[in-house]
Protein backbone atom coordinates (compact mmCIF):
# COMPACT_ATOMS: atom_id res chain seq x y z
CA UNK A 1 0.00 0.00 0.00
CA UNK A 2 1.05 3.45 -0.89
CA UNK A 3 0.27 6.67 -0.49
CA UNK A 4 1.85 9.34 -3.23
CA UNK A 5 2.26 12.88 -2.46
CA UNK A 6 2.33 14.19 -5.06
CA UNK A 7 0.81 13.42 -9.14
CA UNK A 8 3.92 13.36 -10.76
CA UNK A 9 3.62 10.68 -13.41
CA UNK A 10 5.43 7.28 -12.38
CA UNK A 11 6.02 8.48 -8.82
CA UNK A 12 4.98 5.05 -7.46
CA UNK A 13 6.78 2.75 -10.14
CA UNK A 14 9.98 4.84 -10.08
CA UNK A 15 10.24 4.66 -6.26
CA UNK A 16 9.27 1.16 -6.04
CA UNK A 17 11.79 -0.20 -8.58
CA UNK A 18 14.46 2.11 -7.04
CA UNK A 19 13.86 0.80 -3.70
CA UNK A 20 13.64 -2.65 -5.11
CA UNK A 21 10.36 -3.68 -5.41
CA UNK A 22 9.64 -3.14 -9.27
CA UNK A 23 5.75 -3.34 -9.78
CA UNK A 24 4.98 -6.91 -11.77
CA UNK A 25 4.18 -6.45 -15.43
CA UNK A 26 5.92 -2.78 -15.40
CA UNK A 27 7.96 -2.63 -18.94
CA UNK A 28 9.52 0.50 -18.14
CA UNK A 29 10.98 0.26 -14.39
CA UNK A 30 10.39 -3.54 -14.41
CA UNK A 31 13.74 -5.99 -14.58
CA UNK A 32 14.40 -5.86 -17.65
CA UNK A 33 15.95 -2.15 -19.13
CA UNK A 34 15.47 -3.58 -22.73
CA UNK A 35 11.94 -4.66 -22.04
CA UNK A 36 10.23 -0.95 -22.94
CA UNK A 37 11.65 -0.78 -26.32
CA UNK A 38 11.46 -4.23 -26.50
CA UNK A 39 7.50 -3.78 -26.56
CA UNK A 40 7.17 -0.76 -28.94
CA UNK A 41 9.41 -2.48 -30.87
CA UNK A 42 7.07 -5.51 -31.69
CA UNK A 43 10.24 -8.08 -30.26
CA UNK A 44 9.38 -8.85 -26.82
CA UNK A 45 11.07 -12.23 -26.00
CA UNK A 46 9.12 -15.15 -24.02
CA UNK A 47 11.43 -14.89 -21.22
CA UNK A 48 10.85 -10.87 -20.95
CA UNK A 49 7.10 -11.90 -20.54
CA UNK A 50 7.73 -14.62 -18.44
CA UNK A 51 10.00 -12.13 -15.80
CA UNK A 52 6.69 -9.58 -16.34
CA UNK A 53 3.87 -12.11 -15.03
CA UNK A 54 1.75 -10.37 -16.11
CA UNK A 55 0.58 -8.29 -19.53
CA UNK A 56 -0.45 -5.05 -17.82
CA UNK A 57 0.70 -3.23 -14.52
CA UNK A 58 -0.17 -4.89 -11.56
CA UNK A 59 -1.21 -1.45 -9.65
CA UNK A 60 -4.31 -0.51 -8.81
CA UNK A 61 -5.68 2.32 -7.04
CA UNK A 62 -8.78 1.42 -5.03
CA UNK A 63 -9.92 4.69 -3.66
CA UNK A 64 -8.06 8.48 -4.90
CA UNK A 65 -9.36 12.01 -2.93
CA UNK A 66 -8.61 14.81 -4.36
CA UNK A 67 -9.91 18.59 -3.20
CA UNK A 68 -10.02 20.94 -6.43
CA UNK A 69 -11.71 24.58 -6.08
CA UNK A 70 -12.66 24.02 -2.07
CA UNK A 71 -14.55 20.55 -3.55
CA UNK A 72 -13.60 17.25 -2.60
CA UNK A 73 -13.76 14.51 -4.92
CA UNK A 74 -13.62 10.88 -4.02
CA UNK A 75 -13.51 7.77 -6.13
CA UNK A 76 -13.39 4.45 -5.85
CA UNK A 77 -13.58 0.96 -7.77
CA UNK A 78 -13.04 -2.48 -7.86
CA UNK A 79 -9.68 -3.76 -9.83
CA UNK A 80 -10.07 -5.28 -13.19
CA UNK A 81 -10.41 -9.34 -12.60
CA UNK A 82 -7.58 -9.93 -14.45
CA UNK A 83 -5.77 -8.17 -11.78
CA UNK A 84 -8.01 -9.73 -8.82
CA UNK A 85 -7.73 -13.08 -10.38
CA UNK A 86 -3.82 -13.05 -10.28
CA UNK A 87 -4.24 -11.92 -6.25
CA UNK A 88 -6.53 -14.82 -5.24
CA UNK A 89 -4.49 -17.71 -4.36
Not at 2 to 16: A, D, E
Request: hydrophobic share 35%; charged share 30%.
Amino acid sequence: SVTPRTGRKHQIRIHLAHAGHPIIGDKLYGHDEDCYLALVEDRLKDEQRTKLMLPFHALHAGAVRFELTGEVFRFSAEPDERFASFLRP
